[in-house]
């Protein structure tokens, strides 16, 4: 079993850069695929960006692909994510989840068994 949590999160002006992380408890990081989820209010869950277990397979959702990075650090059991040129539209808070059971990466939260608590991200206009 692994524990996520998140930081980083914070009030930004549209335009602005924040860069949020993902610590994860443990020492079987290297072997979990990551990703990072969204939920604005009102609004269901969605994909944002995925890493494979070595960190050579990335996938991003097309509204926010040029403008974020996700990477890992599997020393430091840490997964980020790099927010650039930030919209209103990115507000949301932003999850972290884990898989053990991923080969690859995948855009669906059902593959996800491992949850962070979340950290809030706006973006002002």
């Known amino acids: 079993q692994v524990q996520l949590v998140e930081s980083g999160g914070g009030l930004v002006q549209a335009g602005g850069s924040l860069r949020l992380s993902c610590v994860a408890s443990?020492?079987?990081?290297?072997?979990?695929?990551m990703g990072w989820f969204r939920q604005a209010p009102g609004k269901e869950r969605e994909f944002v960006a995925a890493?494979?277990?070595?960190?050579?397979?990335?996938s991003y959702a097309d509204s926010v692909k040029g403008r974020f990075t996700i990477s890992r650090d599997n020393a430091k059991n840490t997964v980020y994510l790099q927010m650039n040129s930030l919209k209103p539209e990115d507000t949301a808070v932003y999850y972290c989840?884990?898989?053990?059971?991923?080969?690859?990466?995948?855009?669906?939260?059902?593959?996800?068994?491992?949850w962070g608590q979340g950290t809030q991200v706006t973006v002002s206009s």
């Open positions: 989840a884990a898989s053990g059971t991923l080969g690859w990466t995948s855009r669906s939260h059902y593959d996800y068994s491992y």
């Open positions: 443990g020492r079987t990081f290297k072997y979990y695929a």
């Open positions: 890493i494979s277990r070595s960190g050579d397979v990335l």
